[in-house]
């Protein structure tokens, strides 16, 4: 399960689980520092976290490809948000 991406992870968590970083760890028998770690970016997941992870959330309805399209769609608006500041940066050293 690499598809999921830290800030997917959050998403889906509060999202599609109305989950806290707390209940998700009690469920993956983690602390919820190192789920704010993996939210992050700066703690990768084991292997065995992940399947964990994916358990939790095909038990709450969602897919891969669910997942997919949130990460795309994450992944488009950084995208933009970085053209959006680039151009504000830009026109301001004009």
């Known amino acids: 399960m690499g598809f999921i991406k830290p800030e997917s992870l959050k998403l889906l968590r509060?999202?599609?689980?109305?989950?806290k970083q707390k209940e998700l760890a009690d469920h993956l028998g983690v602390t919820q520092g190192f789920i704010s770690k993996v939210e992050n970016g700066t703690v990768p997941m084991s292997?065995?976290?992940?399947?964990?992870?994916?358990?939790?959330f095909v038990s709450a309805?969602?897919?891969?490809?669910?997942v997919n399209q949130?990460?795309?769609?994450?992944?488009?608006?950084?995208r933009n948000d970085y053209r959006?500041?680039?151009?504000?940066?830009?026109e301001s050293h004009s």
């Open 61 to 66: 309805g969602i897919s891969e490809e669910h």
């Open 14 to 19: 509060v999202l599609a689980c109305d989950m």
């Open 70 to 78: 949130l990460t795309a769609l994450i992944q488009e608006k950084e």
């Open 84 to 90: 959006e500041t680039d151009k504000e940066q830009s």
């Open 47 to 56: 292997q065995e976290i992940k399947q964990r992870v994916k358990a939790i």
